[in-house]
């Protein structure tokens, strides 16, 4: 079992000709995911070969041939992919997310930085009314450790499945969790980015791993600013019964200042690390103050 994203999922990549769509192309593939084709309107037609396994679980370096099509309607007809993967630049991201949607994909990742604010609420609205989930964007995008990988996450970092499931508002700070119970091995893990404006929201990961019967611990990871994680620990009272593990980045973060890619505001006690890790606590959640003590936190649990 995993998450969103399964060994039977079909992926396509939006822009997957592009330099960051190649590489990270060639990436999914050697960690065994099945991508089935790009989309790119100007080289509809065309096949690129790539270098990675032949099938899902094939042998890494045999070249696998991968078809470029026009439209996501087409790609999707052809193939039966079921997740777009987005490498997409800002000013164009929301037309590939509705095209997306309109094409009826159910899971499409957008990994792009720098998408307007405006953007995100258009195709978040509009992808939700057509059935399609959306992570991201500015996210690291998923992976179900063994079964499939849909994004920029290092699959070598915790390549054996486990019992973790991990969800995310920053791509870093999932790499480095990742590492660091690389032993213990993951359900699925999910970065959902950390925009004013995402389509799957924290929420969301925990009522699927609270679903989801190999996840016996969750893994969550919030950052300064807003009410996200207020939000989720009251949640998690009401909703989760698994064991949930927390960490807050930003405890030294001064007030008042937009702080990283997430631009993350505090204003007095509101949406401060400490906050955070208050409401957190109040509802059961164990909370480290550093990713190093939060996996501590972790292991202790599963002792």
């Not at 509705?98 to 009826?104: L, T, Y």
């Not at 994004?151 to 590492?179: C, F, H, N």
């Not at 609270?210 to 300064?224: A, K, N, Q, R």
């Amino acid at each position: 079992m995993a998450i969103f994203l399964s060994k039977e999922s079909k992926v396509i990549v939006q822009g997957m000709t592009g330099s960051e769509g190649m590489k990270h192309t060639r990436r999914m593939l050697a960690s065994g995911t099945d991508v089935v084709g790009g989309v790119n309107p100007r080289k509809a037609g065309t096949k690129v070969e790539i270098e990675g396994p032949s099938t899902p679980g094939g042998v890494e370096g045999t070249p696998r041939s991968v078809p470029v099509f026009g439209t996501v309607a087409e790609a999707r007809e052809a193939t039966g992919a079921d997740v777009s993967v987005l490498f997409v630049p800002p000013a164009f991201s929301k037309a590939a997310v509705e095209e997306a949607a309109d094409a009826g994909i159910p899971l499409a990742v957008a990994i792009t930085e720098g998408i307007p604010v405006h953007d995100a609420v258009a195709f978040r609205a509009y992808a939700k009314e057509r059935g399609t989930r959306v992570i991201g964007p500015n996210c690291p995008g998923l992976i179900s450790p063994g079964l499939s990988n849909a994004g920029i996450i290092p699959a070598d970092i915790a390549p054996e499945p486990g019992r973790i499931g991990l969800v995310s508002k920053s791509g870093t700070l999932t790499y480095q969790l990742m590492y660091e119970l690389r032993d213990i091995g993951f359900s699925s893990c999910v970065g959902i980015g950390g925009d004013p404006v995402i389509g799957t929201t924290h929420i969301d990961c925990l009522a699927a791993f609270e679903e989801d019967p190999e996840t016996d611990l969750i893994v969550m990871i919030g950052e300064i600013g807003g009410d996200a994680e207020e939000r989720a620990a009251e949640f998690i009272e009401e909703r989760v019964t698994k064991p949930v593990v927390g960490y807050v980045a930003g405890f030294t973060a001064p007030e008042g200042k937009t702080m990283g890619h997430a631009g993350a505001i505090v204003s007095g006690s509101s949406g401060t690390a400490r906050a955070k890790k208050e409401a957190l606590e109040a509802a059961g959640v164990r909370v480290g103050e550093t990713p190093t003590e939060t996996a501590r936190l972790v292991l202790d649990r599963l002792a």
